[in-house]
């Protein structure tokens, strides 16, 4: 065997050992995160709350307990958080709300929201509003190709039914003629 193949070699082996390992690593990971998500769902709470500010901030600077941000992953660490601060009852607190819900939440009004521990999983309602969703600027380049591939899946959809209606059609009169 030549040494370029010894090297190929050598680096499939290198790579496919990898691909286990992430694979391993990939579901014990996906079953700490179901049980997670079993234990927000075990001890959310509907909480009104009059929203003070919201902001994109790193943990850092997000103002949450010196607990929580030392409990969060080091890559996490850099990244920013959607953070929500807001009145609830007679308590000023900092929450950390859902990446999906941080556009819904409005500044300066009173919400209903479901809360587990410091995290806004979803709004409910907002009191004298509508919760809506505004898109931002032009849309993303995913969502202009999502939104031409359900155009062309809805047009093949209704050239589908009509060819199934000829057919049924040229069917029908075979089978008058036939008669």
Do not use: C, W
Request: proline share 4%.
């Amino acid at each position: 065997m030549s040494t370029f193949l010894k090297v190929l070699l050598v680096i499939l082996i290198i790579l496919v050992i990898a691909l286990i390992v992430l694979y391993f690593v990939g579901r014990r990971m996906q079953k700490r995160q179901v049980a997670q998500q079993e234990q927000m769902e075990a001890a959310k709470q509907t909480v009104s709350m009059l929203v003070i500010d919201k902001k994109m901030l790193p943990i850092k600077q997000s103002g949450l307990p010196q607990m929580v941000i030392d409990q969060t992953p080091r890559m996490m660490r850099r990244s920013k958080l959607p953070i929500v601060k807001a009145k609830v009852g007679a308590r000023v607190m900092t929450l950390v709300a859902d990446n999906k819900v941080f556009d819904l939440i409005p500044v300066k009004k009173e919400i209903k929201a479901v809360v587990s521990g410091i995290y806004i999983m979803e709004v409910k309602s907002v009191r004298g509003g509508t919760l809506e969703r505004k898109p931002k600027g032009k849309p993303k380049l995913r969502d202009r190709i999502a939104s031409f591939a359900s155009r062309k899946q809805k047009e093949l959809d209704e050239e589908e039914k009509t060819a199934k209606a000829q057919k049924a059609q040229k069917a029908q009169k075979k089978s008058k003629k036939a008669k």
